[in-house]
């Protein structure tokens, strides 16, 4: 028997003969390797460097320093549980959104839909501004309504409401993204058995499910621990988080050094996560795309479960559109949470002052949003389709820029793209390759999770009817990923558009984003101003993601049947 060397060896040599082959295909992987290592390992190795060497000898003085203090590590132990409450309260509530606008026929599901998606459009610290507002000790609800005086919205509680209905629309467009690729025969085969629905449910409809909520809980939690506007906001000196204390560390007290200690010990939970989740899906098999004609599936729903489906919805979107409303009023109000006779005033000064920002951020967005979907849904068909060395490596490296968080991403790319022949400092190509190679995950993750369910033997027929790697991957295996590439398209470029963290440390005079206006306009007191620019963010990305179903419609004659009604 073979040692496990000679087996590998085996498998490389075989692996390398099949990409001589196909000169395209090892052109496209090569390509892919490079731009990965250029733009993801390369900065976060800076980072590492200037962490373990902060003055010229190699040294973990910084990380003696910061794990021996209770302070950093009742940090890093707020942010792992954080982000546990965060991913399990955000896949839920994803989950019922996904099921209840897939499986049933309750009414209202453009209202519905609409309310899933707004929160991940949010635009930082707003949205955090927004819950005090409604909940603080002086707030719409807590004060005025309930009569509360004090009330703790700070710490815990706070910052798991923000982080959970900020970030749930991310398991909803994953899961969305699977259930609708789920033919109804099998549920259906399993009720003409004899199982009951809820049987066929918990049998086959969840556990086919599964690579999806496993995919959303991984992005929820990294998305949760890496975020820092929210915890910023609603953390609280009682409630300390790591990413927080990174940032801090670099913007407040300029340690440089310090900050990417923290960044490294804040990636051990993120790629951890990581390789459980892959672990653990890569041991199943999830096939139900196989070919052959499926129906849709509303009779695995009674209608009482029906009705409470569409009551816990209800409130849930009643709830964001509550949280929305408040931003409303602050935009078209004289003093937020003082005055609010209506006025116009603060929208003239948004388009006065901030139309470079507003043009800046269109063009960033419009360019780095088709490529990261397009790169993540070729990184997941070469993952999932197709044998090579270091197919795994691909994998792994393509999800390590989105576990870190995006103040490190910023002070990573500052430190790698500073100088001749990579001087890409103050340039739209740093805020383009920035926002590209972050948001690729999601859509890989997605990618991942739907091409689990379609069953290889597709492919292997359109091969063996003679038709090459690309012409399969373009005309059978990618209409077959619409739903995962609109998914990962949306989540690219809403991020595009309302992140702050790595942007606000790559802006220059010649480039910035809206989001970093807002930034401005709060921390300067003008919260109505800051309110106008959300306003017209949302606008902007609700008409943007129409414009994208369209156009993938058309390019591939796929039809949305209930994403917006």
């Not at 295909?25 to 390369?42: E, P, S």
């Not at 975020?227 to 407040?252: A, E, W």
């Not at 795309?289 to 029906?306: D, F």
């Not at 060395?389 to 999800?399: K, L, V």
Request: with cysteine; aromatic share 12%; net charge positive.
């Amino acid at each position: 028997m073979a040692d496990p060397f000679s087996q590998w060896k085996h498998r490389t040599i075989h692996d390398l003969r099949r990409l001589r082959n196909e000169p395209i295909l090892a052109v496209a992987v090569a390509a892919i390797f490079g731009l990965l290592l250029l733009f993801i390992v390369y900065p976060l190795i800076r980072v590492f460097a200037v962490s373990f060497i902060p003055d010229g000898a190699p040294t973990l003085r910084l990380y003696r320093e910061f794990l021996g203090g209770w302070f950093i590590r009742q940090a890093l132990l707020n942010s792992v549980v954080m982000g546990v409450l965060t991913a399990v309260g955000g896949t839920l509530i994803g989950f019922l959104f996904a099921f209840a606008l897939t499986r049933t026929d309750i009414p209202g599901k453009p209202l519905l839909t609409a309310a899933a998606i707004l929160p991940i459009i949010s635009p930082p610290f707003v949205s955090a501004l927004s819950i005090i507002l409604l909940f603080g000790n002086n707030g719409l609800i807590t004060r005025q309504l309930l009569g509360f005086q004090e009330f703790a919205i700070y710490g815990l509680r706070g910052l798991l409401l923000s982080q959970v209905f900020t970030f749930f629309p991310v398991a909803y467009l994953t899961l969305r993204g699977v259930l609708e690729s789920l033919g109804g025969t099998l549920e259906d085969a399993a009720m003409n058995l004899g199982a009951t629905r809820w049987k066929a449910f918990w049998r086959v409809t969840l556990p086919l499910c599964l690579p999806g909520i496993a995919s959303a809980l991984l992005v929820l939690f990294i998305e949760s621990i890496a975020d820092f506007g929210n915890p910023l906001i609603l953390g609280g000196s009682g409630f300390p988080v790591l990413s927080v204390q990174v940032y801090l560390q670099v913007t407040g007290m300029y340690d440089l050094p310090g900050g990417a200690a923290l960044a490294v010990i804040l990636l051990v939970p993120s790629v951890t996560a990581f390789l459980v989740q892959r672990y653990w899906v890569a041991r199943k098999r999830y096939v139900t795309v196989t070919g052959k004609p499926t129906r849709a599936v509303l009779k695995v729903v009674s209608p009482a479960t029906q009705w409470v489906l569409f009551a816990a919805c209800t409130a849930v979107a009643l709830f964001v559109l509550l949280f929305y409303a408040t931003i409303l009023v602050g935009a078209f109000s004289k003093a937020w949470g003082v005055d609010h006779s209506p006025t116009l005033r603060n929208f003239g000064y948004v388009f006065g002052v901030g139309a470079q920002a507003i043009t800046d951020t269109l063009v960033i967005a419009v360019t780095s949003s088709p490529l990261a979907g397009l790169l993540g849904m070729g990184i997941a068909f070469l993952v999932m389709r197709r044998r090579f060395p270091g197919r795994e490596a691909m994998e792994f490296i393509s999800i390590l820029n989105f576990a870190v968080p995006g103040t490190v991403i910023g002070i990573g790319y500052i430190l790698a793209f500073n100088q001749k022949p990579l001087l890409l400092t103050g340039t739209a190509l740093i805020l383009i390759a920035n926002f590209l190679f972050r948001y690729i995950p999601v859509g890989i993750q997605s990618g991942t999770a739907v091409l689990r369910q379609i069953d290889p033997a597709i492919e292997e027929a359109a091969t063996n009817l003679g038709a090459t790697t690309q012409t399969t991957f373009r005309r059978i295996t990618l209409p077959l990923l619409v739903p995962a590439f609109f998914s990962g398209l949306v989540f690219s470029f809403v991020r595009a558009m309302t992140a702050i963290s790595a942007a606000i440390f790559l802006v220059s005079a010649d480039w910035n984003l809206m989001t970093v206006q807002i930034l401005s306009q709060t921390e300067a007191g003008r919260l109505g101003a800051a309110a106008a620019f959300s306003v017209l963010l949302i606008l902007i990305i609700m008409a943007a993601i129409g414009l994208i179903r369209l156009i993938l419609g058309r390019i591939f004659d796929y039809r949305y049947q209930a994403t917006f009604g």
